[in-house]
Structures are given as C-alpha cells and as structure tokens.
C-alpha cells in the first residue's frame, strides 16, 4: 500500500535524486550519474576513521563508514539536517544495511545519537534517528531510544578540539532501560573527532550493552571536529 501511495504521489511530487536533484525513478533513492561517482572510503574497521585513532578509549567495538564528508555526500548531509533530501538517508540506510549484512554481525537494537528537544522541535526531526529508522526496517530490528541529550548544550562545531572532549561529557545521559547483554547499533551521520559516539558509546556499555558498533554515513579526514 505504501509503494502505491509513493507512486501515485510522484506523479504530483516528482521524485529527485538528493545529490543532484534530476528526477529519478518513484522508486529510486538516487540517480545513476551519482550513484557512479560516489567513491566509497577505506578506514578503520575498529574506529571508522582514515587517521586511525585506536589508541584513544572508544567504548565501541567496530564502525561502518560510507563516504568521506566532502562534496554532494556534505552537501547531502547539510540538506538533510533542514529536513530536506529525505532519499539521502534512505539511500545511506540501504548502503549501511548492505555492509553489516555482509559482516555477519547481528544486532538487537539500533540507537539513534539523541537531539535536544527543543532543537528537535525546531527542525522538527533528528537526521540521525532518520537514517536509523530506515536501518531498522531493513536488518528487522527496533529503534530504541536509549540515549537522552541535554538542552542548551554549547555546539560543538563552535568550540577547539580540546574543548569539545570537555563540552562532550555531561551532553548526553542515559535513559531509564537495561540493555545488558545486548548488541548494540549506534547510528549518526558524521563521525570528526568521533567525540559524540564515544561518549554515547561509554553510556551504552555502562548500561551494560555487550557489544557496540557504529553506523555513519560519512566521515571528515581529520580528527577536528565532533
Ligand atoms: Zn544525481
Ligand atoms: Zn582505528
């Protein structure tokens, strides 16, 4: 039913490529000019990043990584969080689900890295539980909401490497559930300093998750970022 509705409604809202934005197929998260070009990234398979950074405490076990966060993939990401280019996160999902069915790892859960509330509500979604959402239809495993961010957190795009590793601590808490003996997927968008999902990964296991692994559509080259 749902695929009819997407079909009935291209014919009103032709669907576009989010990268180019030529019109696709109703069924295609992407056009195939862009689907060429865009180059995949070799990292860590541990950290997830080029400039491997294993010798820092991750909490996490293992990372999927797309793209590097350069070009139509930036752009993609930028266009995403004002809630627009909805096929980007479809088209990251069907790419992250590719890769950890080929890892053979199984998981029990997939948590989104939290948005403040009131930030959520400005935006109106959060881009990371966007991407997990579509993850989670494709592995057939639930979303859950494990991770609360605080309000008024400092951005940490606006702060220098240093201080971020500070701002970072205290920005997220966990919420009310025990995820003790459980697989766990930690999905956001981009991984820089990779900061955040170290911190959420540390609340993770420490609500006993046994096993931590990150899901991220792209990641910057250097180490400066959150
Ligand atoms: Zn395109
Ligand atoms: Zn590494």
Known sequence: MKEVIKYILDIFYPNRCPFCDDFIKWDATVCDKCLDSLEYIETCE???KT???????????????LFKYEGIVRESIIALKRKNGINAAEFYADKLSE??????????AIVPVPMAKSKKKDVGYNQA?????????????PVVDALIKAENTIAQHTLSKEDRIE???GMFSSGDISLKGKRILLCDDVI??????IECS??????E????????????DLRNGS
């Not at 998750?209 to 910057?220: D, G, K, Q, R």
């Open 192 to 197: 820089t300093t990779g900061s955040t999902v």
């Open 167 to 169: 701002n970072v601590k």
């Open 202 to 207: 540390r609340l993770l296991k420490e609500m």
């Open 99 to 108: 890769q950890i069915l080929k890892s053979e790892e199984k998981f029990d």
């Open 209 to 220: 998750a046994e096993f931590v692994a990150v899901a991220l559509a792209a990641t910057t």
């Open 51 to 65: 400039d491997c950074m294993c010798d820092k405490e991750l909490y996490y076990d293992k990372a999927y990584v």
């Open 46 to 48: 541990k950290c997830g």
């Open 129 to 141: 539980f966007v991407i997990a959402d579509f993850i989670a239809k494709r592995l057939e495993i």
